[in-house]
């Protein structure tokens, strides 16, 4: 008798098993093998995924956690198994949001939202969720399945990113971002009062050029954002148009921002409103220099515009005196 090598007999072995998964398939029967072989590989992607994976019964008691959230929660899958969600409720969203989480699942819709849970050391999480019914075949739901990506360090950023406009937003002074062409992108409420534009909605088109007297522009375009380009940074006394056309004098400071690259990305600046220190300094020279009776120049404003005067004149002759 033929013997058959090792490898033929495998290789018959796999023609048989194909082709009785074949004459299944043309039954309509799905090969026990492929089943056996796809839960395996579904049973691998659930407890590998970086994703949490809690599956309830209709009730909400918890039959199964996966790894990730074991890893997330800092509660066991012994822990875990036979409660509810609420053993990682925090308490911070209120009783509409779960009303309307379980009323939307409990009619076989998906629900999809962020959940601020507590995990076991008492440390607060924001998780990406997604719930969705699983519903058999007579249009009964016996499980919810949910999964959940942790983004906590995402929602950390955006608290800092809305306090810090929140912060520019209340401040008395100008701030506006540029772009690397000089139109205006952003520009806070101050800003927006100041230059008689819309408290709220997009803005125009505008440069910041554009809300500036000529003499400002040209300070602006010559000195200060090259000089801010260059260094990082550039500071000085500058104007503003207000609505009405009238000149209004601010202490800027202009920032260039650059990409990791060196590029200059944008620019950024603060203008405040230095209008009544100027007029109190006017004020302070006036009375330093005139007499509080008589409004009548004193000897002090005398003497300053003699001095003055006699530099002119020497200046005009000459160091020879002619």
Do not use: C
Not at 69 to 74: P, R, S, Y
Not at 84 to 98: E, H, I, M, N
Not at 253 to 277: C, P
């Amino acid at each position: 008798m033929k013997k058959h090598s090792k490898r033929e007999r495998l290789l018959k072995e796999v023609d048989l098993i194909e082709e009785s998964s074949v004459q299944a398939e043309q039954k309509g029967i799905e090969p026990i093998w492929r089943d056996e072989n796809e839960g395996k590989i579904l049973s691998s992607v659930v407890e590998q995924t970086a994703d949490s994976v809690v599956i309830t019964d209709p009730a909400g008691r918890i039959e199964y956690v996966n790894p990730a959230f074991e890893k997330q929660t800092g509660f066991s899958k012994q822990e875990a198994v036979g409660k509810t969600p609420r053993l990682v409720k925090s308490g911070k969203q209120d009783a509409a949001f779960y009303k309307q989480l379980w009323d939307t699942i409990r009619a076989g819709r998906v629900f999809r939202g962020v959940l601020i849970n507590r995990r076991k050391d008492g440390s607060i999480y924001y998780e990406e969720k997604t719930i969705t019914p699983l519903i058999n075949a007579e249009g009964t739901i016996v499980h919810y399945v949910s999964t959940g990506k942790d983004i906590t360090p995402r929602m950390r950023l955006e608290e800092e990113r809305m306090r810090l406009v929140a912060t520019l937003e209340e401040t008395t002074d100008l701030v506006a971002i540029t772009n690397a062409d000089g139109e205006i992108v952003y520009l806070n409420k101050t800003g927006r009062t100041l230059l008689g534009l819309p408290s709220d909605g997009p803005l125009p088109v505008i440069k910041l050029s554009d809300v500036v007297p000529e003499w400002t522009r040209t300070l602006l375009i010559g000195e200060a954002i090259p000089s801010a380009i260059r260094h990082g940074s550039w500071s000085g006394e500058t104007a503003l148009i207000d609505p009405s056309g009238r000149e209004v004098p601010v202490s800027q400071v202009i920032l260039a921002h650059r990409t990791s690259g060196g590029e200059v990305e944008f620019l950024s600046t603060i203008a405040r409103d230095i209008s009544d220190r100027k007029m109190q300094t006017a004020n302070l020279e006036y009375l330093a220099t005139h007499d509080p009776l008589t409004n009548l120049p004193n000897r002090t404003l005398f003497l300053d515009r003699l001095n003055h005067t006699l530099l002119a004149a020497q200046e005009k002759r000459g160091p020879s005196g002619f």
